[in-house]
Structures are given as structure tokens and as C-alpha cells.
């Protein structure tokens, strides 16, 4: 199973930046994708933005557009979320994970109807906006 890490959560006064980092060892760069979802508590785990493994293809939730910046650094297994303008309701745990299946990245919440979809999840960190 393929284990992923996050890192780079905290907290940021509205307005403000942080980039999150998803470490993923032995991931297979030329079948997958990678994604950013997030879950703020009592609500469902939404996808935030996700990018294909094999191009430089991108998805972002429309909430996010203009403010979030995807990256990959392929020499590194390393997926990166870039957030700027943060806004108190971009308060969540943010959950990467691996995509089987763009539909995961499409759809408007993830449960366990859609695990076919992924792969391995993080463990989360905890990004909280707030002055």
C-alpha cells in the first residue's frame, strides 16, 4: 500500500498563504493521478484540485480557482497545493490522495461509494483561516 504525507498545514489570517506538501514513496507516476480533498468538521470530504501523473492536466473546485496552485515535482514524488487569498471557509483537513479514476476529482463529495476511484489517502493536516 502506498503511503502518503502531508505537511505544510497551520494557521493563516484571511488573505493569507500556505502551500501544503504530499510526499508519495514508490508512487507509479505513469498510472495515476494525485488530489487534494478536504473536510471541514460534520461535512463531507470535498475535492479541492487533483493532477494527472502522466501530463500536466489539472482540475479545480471551482471555490478554489484563481487562489490554489497545483504542482508536481516528479524527481521528488512530491504534489503541492499552493493556497493564497485564504479564506475562513478554506478551514479544513486536507486529505491527499491517490486518483484511480478522474471522476474522483469530479465528483461533488467523496464517500465510500467512490473508493473505487482512489488509492491511498494521507493521514490529513489541519488548515485553519482565521484573524
Known amino acids: 500500500q502506498v503511503q502518503l504525507v502531508e505537511s505544510g498545514g497551520g494557521l493563516a489570517q484571511p488573505g493569507g498563504s500556505l502551500t501544503l506538501s504530499c510526499v508519495t514513496p514508490k508512487f507509479n507516476w505513469d498510472r495515476f493521478a494525485v488530489g487534494w480533498f478536504r473536510q471541514a468538521p460534520g461535512k463531507e470530504r470535498l475535492p479541492v484540485s487533483c493532477?494527472?501523473?502522466?501530463?500536466?492536466?489539472?482540475y479545480y473546485k471551482d471555490s478554489v480557482k484563481d487562489r490554489f496552485i497545483i504542482s508536481k515535482d516528479n524527481a521528488k514524488d512530491t504534489v503541492f497545493l499552493n493556497m493564497t487569498n485564504l479564506k475562513p471557509e478554506d478551514t479544513a483537513v486536507y486529505y491527499c490522495?491517490?486518483?484511480?479514476?478522474?471522476?474522483?476529482?469530479?465528483?461533488?463529495?467523496?464517500?465510500?461509494?467512490?473508493?473505487?476511484?482512489?488509492?491511498?489517502w494521507g493521514q490529513g493536516v489541519q488548515v485553519t483561516v482565521s484573524s
Open positions: 490522495a491517490t486518483v484511480l479514476n478522474w471522476l474522483g476529482c469530479y465528483a461533488l463529495y467523496v464517500d465510500s461509494a467512490l473508493d473505487k476511484y482512489f488509492g491511498s
Open positions: 493532477i494527472s501523473a502522466t501530463d500536466d492536466s489539472t
